[in-house]
């Protein structure tokens, strides 16, 4: 895994994204949950779209854990 400040900002941008989509779409799945009537079909779809960030940032996690198990393998500490 480089040095670089840069690649570590971007790797927290990159991870950064899908968890404030899912915090958003949380927050809208509480505001519809609230109104009257609920419109479960949007609801729905909120729903997939957490699943499919939280998936996404995932893959982040495991590509940043993949990274640094990389270095420890080359002598180098995270």
Known sequence: MPDSPAVLAALVHELNQPL????????????????EPVDLN??????????????????IARRIGAMLHERRDDGKDP
């Open 20 to 35: 404030t989509a899912i915090l958003s779409n949380a927050q809208a799945a509480q505001r519809f949950l609230a109104s």
């Open 42 to 59: 949007e609801l729905r779809e909120i729903l997939r779209d957490i699943i499919t960030d939280d998936k996404r940032a995932a893959i």
